[in-house]
């Protein structure tokens, strides 16, 4: 598992902020041709990705180009041109079906077969944010085998349900639920709804917070100031991994003395205790705390 803890957009059109994204040390940088570009500067925004990805040292953060969305009339030129760069992913906005998804994998698989790129090497994100998409949660999700996250877009979604957004969220709250149990049943990565008040990080971390109780892995960002709260929320701390490593060989043991459920500090084990460990320690690692 990759991984995808923050996942900051950059504006397309504008190399000097995709260029400090690179030193922010963040674990996706999404250079974006969508809301973040205006429309006269579309194809300045092609041509600026293209010739970051070819350009600049972007260390261990993954590379994504989030496109305009499938059926706006941009899409073809902006997957065309952010493949010309060979990306390691592909961010697609507003995702309602399956054909959208199958769209721009097949598009993908195309561009990775002339170029003798290794099959399925660039990855597929799709974002969630239209009531047509909640209700079709899982036609997206098992769509296509190239798809690895789902990224809920809280903003636009209440604006599509008519919703008047408040800082608590229980407005959007059914969606939101809905996005990470969907991921986690197909066996995908939930990245969480965009914190705005970028000034606030008192409140950005208890969004975090919040998410990481919900089960997301990650959270979308819009400034280098949310890169460290972001990550150091999502990451497991220090008494969590030892924790659930405590449990892991606690377990091993019970196992090969042939006992399933079993006590430990005073409570009960069982295998949904052992599945959330193991969930700890794969964020762990993934995060290179272990």
Not at 44 to 68: C, P, Q, S, W, Y
Not at 275 to 283: G, I, M, N, S
């Amino acid at each position: 598992m990759r991984a995808r803890r923050a996942l900051l957009y950059m504006p397309g059109d504008e190399m000097t902020k995709i260029r400090k994204a690179t030193t922010l040390g963040v674990d996706c940088i999404c250079m974006d041709m969508e809301d973040g570009v205006a429309v006269n500067r579309k194809g300045v925004a092609r041509d600026t990705i293209v010739e970051a990805l070819r350009t600049l040292d972007f260390g261990r953060a993954e590379r994504l180009v989030r496109i305009n969305p499938v059926g706006s009339g941009l899409e073809i030129e902006d997957i065309q041109a952010a493949l010309g760069g060979h990306p390691d992913g592909i961010v697609v906005p507003k995702v309602e079906t399956q054909d959208q998804i199958s769209w721009a994998s097949q598009t993908i698989a195309s561009a990775e077969k002339k170029n003798g790129w290794s099959p399925g090497g660039i990855s597929l994100i799709v974002i969630v944010e239209t009531a047509r998409a909640m209700i079709n949660l899982a036609q997206i999700a098992g769509a296509d085998s190239r798809l690895q996250a789902l990224i809920f877009g809280s903003e636009d979604l209440a604006g599509d349900i008519g919703a008047i957004r408040t800082r608590e969220g229980w407005e959007v709250f059914y969606a939101r639920s809905a996005v990470v149990t969907h991921a986690a049943a197909f066996d995908l990565q939930a990245i969480d709804q965009v914190y705005l008040n970028f000034q606030d990080t008192e409140g950005l971390i208890q969004e975090c917070q919040f998410g990481v109780q919900l089960g997301y892995s990650g959270k979308q960002i819009i400034h280098p100031n949310q890169v460290v709260p972001v990550q150091t929320s999502f990451t497991p701390n220090d008494e969590a991994i030892a924790h659930a490593l405590s449990l892991m060989e606690a377990f091993e043991a019970h196992q090969q003395s042939g006992r399933g459920a079993f006590a430990l500090d005073g409570k009960m084990v069982d295998a949904p205790i052992i599945k959330a460990a193991q969930r700890v320690l794969e964020r762990a690692r993934a995060a290179g705390k272990i």
